[in-house]
Structures are given as structure tokens and as C-alpha cells.
T-cell receptor, first 112, second 115 residues
Framework: DAKTTQPNSMESNEEEPVHLPCNHS???????IHWYRQLPSQGPEYVIH???SNVNNRMASLAIAEDRKSSTLILHRATLRDAAVYYC?????????????FGKGTLLTVNP | DTGVSQDPRHKITKRGQNVTFRCDPI?????LYWYRQTLGQGPEFLTY????????KSRLLSDRFSAERPKGSFSTLEIQRTEQGDSAMYLC?????????????FGSGTRLTVV
């Protein structure tokens, strides 16, 4: 499985932007970059995914490097409810990388 | 659409007993996954169904574990002769590759405690 590398933890203040980095230097051409987050005592929740172009949705933005070897999840204004573990995962539903393989993720702490 | 439902939410059992968990996926999702998560770790893949066919099983899934998905709808995960090491959160997820834009949807999990 293609691997991703994320910082173990990050800290932010409420209402400030947060940039969560992810390195995936062995990404294949057909791998999508997925982000999930997991709040305490809940299952993981889909946040966003992309292939090559930057993506925006109501939860976050995903900035993908031109060489696709890294990406950044951007929370534009962190709230206390964004405190969670964020997972960056490579996935390709039609290929061998069809299942989600989780690492330890980044624990985001949001300070009031 | 009520999302992925898992039952029960919590289960406490004595070592050696059998337990069964149920997962009801989103109705139009043909893929179903089981994961296990221990404290401080990310979820670990256990097994995967496409419709009723079980297409992959992790080496983590010992012969005490069995999963089924009759008729390609709900799924059950059974653990026989439970051990204390089986204590974990068991998560179910479903997806539809024709709707990948919506990602995988996870249930809230079943927390198993073996005493």
C-alpha cells in the first residue's frame, strides 16, 4: 500500500486557519488523496478528496502539489468542533489500493 | 438515508464467549468493510465485501472471526471464543465506487470489552 506521512499532532486557535500537511512521495498516477477525520468516540468521517487539482467543499479545501507528492488540508476557520484526528489516505477504488489504509493521523487540538 | 448503522454500540463479554455484531450499510452502497481500532491507533482493515461476496480478508482476521453479508445487504461479524486482545472498537463502512465523490461512510462502531 502507498504510504503517507503526517505530523503526529498540531495545535491551532479557534477561528484561525489550519494547514494540515501530508507527504505521499510514492503515490501512483491513479491514487486519489483522501482525507478523513475522527472525532472522539465516533467513526471516521469523510472530509474531502482529490486527484490533481485543488478541491473545495463546505468542510475544507485540499491543496495538491504539482508533483502530487504532498498535499495540505486547509480548514479556513477552525472551531472547537474541528478537534479530531485527521487521516490522509491514498485510495484507488478501481485498482489494488481500493481499501482505506489508515496511519496514525494528525491529532488536531483547537484552543479557545 | 440514515447512514451506516451498527449494533450494539457497546458490548461487554466474558473471555471465551461468542459475540456477533451487525452492520447495516447505506442501501445503495455495494461495498462493505469491517475495521478494528485499538486505542491510539488508526483503524485496521479486517475484511471487504462486494455485494454478498467476501473478496478480501486481512491476516488480522483469525479463524475465530467470521463475517457474512447475506443477500448483499446487512453484514455480521462474529468472534468466537473471545480473548482479551479482541477488545477494540469494530467499525463498519460502506461505499459505492460509482459515487466516490461521497467517500466511504463509517458507522459509529461497536466497542467490545472482553473481561
Amino acid at each position: 500500500d502507498a504510504k503517507t506521512t503526517q505530523p503526529n499532532s498540531m495545535e491551532s486557535n479557534e477561528e484561525e486557519p489550519v494547514h494540515l500537511p501530508c507527504n505521499h512521495s510514492t503515490i501512483s498516477g491513479t491514487d486519489y488523496i483522501h482525507w478523513y477525520r475522527q472525532l472522539p468516540s465516533q467513526g471516521p468521517e469523510y472530509v474531502i478528496h482529490g486527484l490533481t487539482s485543488n478541491v473545495n467543499n463546505r468542510m475544507a479545501s485540499l491543496a495538491i502539489a504539482e508533483d502530487r507528492k504532498s498535499s495540505t488540508l486547509i480548514l479556513h476557520r477552525a472551531t472547537l468542533r474541528d478537534a479530531a484526528v485527521y487521516y490522509c489516505i491514498l485510495n484507488n477504488s478501481g485498482g489494488s489500493n481500493y481499501k482505506l489504509t489508515f496511519g496514525k493521523g494528525t491529532l488536531l487540538t483547537v484552543n479557545p | 438515508d440514515t447512514g451506516v448503522s451498527q449494533d450494539p454500540r457497546h458490548k461487554i463479554t466474558k473471555r471465551g464467549q461468542n459475540v456477533t455484531f451487525r452492520c447495516d450499510p447505506i442501501s445503495e452502497h455495494n461495498r462493505l468493510y469491517w475495521y478494528r481500532q485499538t486505542l491510539g491507533q488508526g483503524p485496521e482493515f479486517l475484511t471487504y465485501f462486494q455485494n454478498e461476496a467476501q473478496l478480501e480478508k486481512s491476516r488480522l482476521l483469525s479463524d475465530r472471526f467470521s463475517a457474512e453479508r447475506p443477500k448483499g445487504s446487512f453484514s455480521t461479524l462474529e468472534i468466537q471464543r473471545t480473548e482479551q486482545g479482541d477488545s477494540a472498537m469494530y467499525l463498519c463502512a460502506s461505499s459505492n465506487p460509482d459515487r466516490e465523490g461521497y467517500g466511504y461512510t463509517f458507522g459509529s462502531g461497536t466497542r467490545l470489552t472482553v473481561v
